[in-house]
């Protein structure tokens, strides 16, 4: 090997063991690092932006609601009971866009019938939302002035609240007009009394109820298939105030005018249910906003002052909920649409709280400015918001469909057949309160009592658990009276010989005090 080529293998040895001692690495390849970071980096994005796009789509599918516990007052996660179907707009349709709406109502052959109150007329589309008819907008008796309230008798006449004409306004089926009852007169009216009618429902009887724009606190104006005033119906009543009414007592009339007057809450909206039932909402009551009203006005919904005081959480802040409009299906499950959230609450017909959905919002699925709500065909719920000029329909999901069926079976006392039901609910929301309730009912009637404190214990309901501990303790001790009542003797007697020992070892002791007085 000649010396240049020595020397040169020599080079080449020092130069491969100057890198192997720099790590092995070109001395050109730290020119080359960034890109290699950069390559790896964008992979990683790539990576991770999948994952992201994967995991949204995942909680895209298994989306969650919330509710409160009836017994807790907690609030609960809960699986979506209602999701956003489609909506009515009438746009790009005969009927034109609506204008600021006031009303909805759905008829027994599920029509959808809308008091389009900016436009001056009511709209009739189905239930896919296909337009069908226009009311009150031709000249002559029947032209509508600023509509607020629609209602259909079941016999297909048509009835509206003409708030800016005063009047109530009967149609034919076909939309003719046929006669209207302006401002009634009565002795309890005064002739300057203001009659704006927003609101109506007709009983089985052909009662007309009509609510008197402007919050009038008397309560609902009641007239009969004529027109003729018969009374207010339903008023909200005051609390008794010992402190008002000593004010009111020893203060002179010149003061009396001069202090505020406390007047009862009025009435917001009115629903007439199968049965006949008046329910109406008082969005400023602080309490039984909502009430169910028998044919004489009493209030015979199960609820109480507690419950109707759930507050909802909004930041910092619990603001409480403001009921406008209300519609029962014929489950007997009750909507009510809260003006402050949005929000729709549906109870059984014992006051439980089932589900929560809907919301503030611009996007579907949320409101502007909620108005009214009627409920459709397979539970379907009809939403109209006066700011977007729509209504938008949810469908119920099967978890709602079995709360829905549950609770029916609940209330009717079919409490086995229920417990079914209630299983599979708990299998998708273990913490529905309800449903651990319904358990501990079925369990309570067949004489299961530690089953069913066991699940009144997770339902945090304190009033069932001591009923079912109390048949406990009264079973017990009739199927073990054998040998406790013996027991029970024993141990008097050993707590009666022990005290006459202790009182006579007491009484035969020396008690004299010794270095008494000289």
């Known amino acids: 090997m000649s010396t240049a080529e020595s020397s040169s293998k020599q080079a080449a040895a020092g130069t491969g063991a100057g890198r192997q001692r720099a790590g092995g690495r070109h001395p050109g390849a730290w020119r080359r690092r960034p890109r290699?970071?950069?390559?790896?980096?964008m992979a990683s994005l790539m990576a991770l932006t999948l994952v992201v796009a994967s995991a949204g789509t995942?909680?895209?599918?298994?989306?969650?609601?919330?509710?409160l516990g009836n017994q807790s007052a907690q609030f609960l996660t809960s699986p979506m009971p209602y999701l956003y179907d489609f909506e009515i707009d009438g746009m790009y349709k005969e009927s034109g866009t609506f204008k600021n709406p006031a009303d909805i109502f759905i008829?027994?052959?599920?029509?959808?019938?809308?008091?389009?109150?900016?436009n001056n007329r009511v709209l009739?589309?189905?239930e896919n939302g296909k337009f069908l008819q226009e009311i009150g907008t031709e000249e002559g008796p029947g032209q509508l002035n600023a509509p607020e309230g629609v209602f259909i008798a079941d016999k297909g006449d048509i009835w509206i609240a003409d708030r800016g004409n005063g009047r109530i306004v009967r149609y034919t089926p076909e939309g003719e007009y046929v006669r209207d009852f302006g401002?009634?007169?009565s002795k309890l009216l005064e002739e300057d009394q203001v009659y704006q009618p927003n609101k109506l429902v007709i009983d089985r009887r052909g009662y007309i109820y009509v609510l008197n724009g402007g919050g009038d606190f008397r309560g609902i104006f009641l007239l009969d298939s004529e027109g003729e005033f018969r009374g207010f119906f339903g008023a909200n009543r005051l609390k008794f105030d010992l402190a008002r009414l000593l004010i009111r007592t020893f203060t002179t009339e010149a003061q009396k005018k001069q202090i505020s007057k406390i007047l009862p809450t009025h009435h917001a909206n009115v629903f007439?249910?199968?049965?006949?039932?008046?329910?109406?909402v008082s969005p400023l009551g602080q309490n039984k906003q909502i009430k169910k009203l028998n044919s004489i006005g009493n209030d015979v919904y199960t609820t109480t002052d507690k419950f109707f005081g759930v507050r909802e959480r909004r930041g910092n802040q619990w603001v409480m909920p403001q009921f406008v409009d209300i519609t029962v299906d014929s489950q007997g499950i009750v909507s009510a649409l809260d003006f402050n959230s949005g929000l729709i609450y549906q109870y059984d017909q014992s006051a439980n709280l089932l589900a929560i959905f809907g919301g503030r919002g611009a996007q579907r699925g949320r409101f502007e400015l909620p108005q009214s709500l009627a409920v459709g065909r397979n539970g379907r719920i009809?939403?109209?918001?006066a700011n977007r000029n729509n209504?938008?329909?949810f469908r119920p999901t099967e978890f709602a469909q079995l709360i829905h069926e549950g609770s029916q079976l609940y209330y009717d006392g079919r409490y086995e057949q229920a417990a079914t039901v209630w299983r599979e609910v708990l299998r998708r929301d273990s913490n529905f309160e309800l449903g651990h309730t319904g358990l501990a009912k079925a369990a309570f009637k067949r004489g299961n009592y530690i089953a069913a404190m066991q699940e009144y214990a997770i339902a945090r309901n304190k009033d069932g658990y001591s009923l079912a501990f109390g048949e406990w303790r009264h079973e017990f001790f009739r199927e073990n009276f054998g040998w406790l009542m013996p027991l029970v003797i024993f141990f008097i007697w050993v707590l009666v010989t022990v005290i006459t020992r202790t009182v006579k070892r007491v009484m035969s002791m020396n008690l004299e005090v010794e270095g008494g007085p000289a």
């Open 36 to 41: 290699r970071w950069l390559r790896a980096g």
């Open 58 to 67: 995942a909680s895209a599918d298994r989306e969650y609601s919330w509710t």
């Open 107 to 118: 008829d027994n052959q599920y029509n959808v019938w809308i008091a389009d109150t900016g």
């Open 124 to 126: 009739k589309f189905d």
């Open 183 to 185: 401002k009634p007169r």
């Open 272 to 280: 007439v249910d199968e049965r006949g039932f008046i329910y109406t």
């Open 382 to 385: 009809y939403v109209l918001d």
């Open 391 to 393: 209504v938008q329909i």
